[in-house]
């Protein structure tokens, strides 16, 4: 099934035959979720749904309705940790104010920082570890930023055994004809337009401080090449199409 997604990436597998009503999005931080969350809500006019966990982490739920679509949005991991550096979401203080070079290979310390603890009681939650950005099985923090990427894409792919209506697609062809994406889904899922696609706008303002920190990512990545292919898994890279092997300099721009 993933030689759609290495060949194309895109891949899409339905499931169930009931109309789909409700969808919800996973992947990593920087991988697109955001602008892939907005084409569908406000194109198809599917019901966005918490009941599956956080966007960002591994899948987590009792049982999934048939009226639901999984999407799953990767990105390569060259573009993705200079992304990942020039907006580290959710890092604690110490790991936010390391250099590219020392980013990459640090612990991923990350807690409740966000202004509103996705619904949780800031005075109990605030400042605590942020559970999902543990190791999952083990419950240690990650290493560096790969092994969680390796180790969350297995768990996000690991849903086309759960017998449920799943897309999952690369960011890269999201980025390169979001209308034509948005079509794919369609088809795949029976859906229906509700209002006229547009091209989504970049969701996130752009910040000094951000751009500042992507452009010295950029400047050190060329320095980190072989570093960073020595903590990807290469074969389930290139099962999703992904080459651990970069023949340009990264597109780090949107999101």
């Known amino acids: 099934m993933l030689s759609d997604l ?15 009503e409700e969808f919800v999005v996973y992947g990593e931080r920087s991988s697109g979720t955001n602008v892939n969350k907005k084409v569908i809500r406000d194109v198809y006019g599917l019901r966005p749904t918490k009941a599956y966990g956080w966007k960002h982490g591994a899948p987590s739920f009792f049982a999934a309705s048939a009226r639901s679509l999984f999407v799953v949005s990767l990105r390569d991991a060259f573009d993705w940790c200079v992304s990942m550096y020039a907006k580290p979401y959710h890092a604690n203080e110490e790991v936010r104010s390391y250099d590219f070079d020392t980013f990459i290979r640090a612990p991923w310390l990350s ?40 180790v969350k894409m297995r768990s996000w792919l690991g849903l086309l055994n759960r017998g449920v209506n799943i897309a999952i697609m690369r960011h890269e062809v999201f980025q390169r004809d979001p209308q034509g994406y948005a079509s794919r889904i369609a088809a795949g899922f029976g859906l229906t337009e509700k209002r006229p696609f ?3 706008d970049y969701i996130f303002e752009r910040r000094p401080v951000t751009e500042t920190r992507r452009a010295h990512a950029i400047d050190r990545l060329p320095h980190n090449i072989e570093y960073i292919r020595s903590q990807l898994d290469h074969a389930l890279e290139a099962s999703v199409g ?14």
């Open 6 to 20: 290495e060949t194309d990436g895109f891949l899409c597998h339905r499931a169930t035959a009931a109309p789909i």
């Open 111 to 150: 807690v409740m920082n966000a202004p509103e603890p996705h619904g949780l009681e800031p005075r109990l939650y605030k400042n605590q570890v942020l559970q999902p950005d543990r190791h999952i099985i083990e419950g240690r923090t990650y290493r560096t930023v790969f092994e969680m990427r390796t």
């Open 198 to 200: 547009k091209t989504p």
């Open 242 to 255: 992904y080459a651990v092997q970069p023949d340009r300099a990264p597109m780090s721009r949107e999101n």
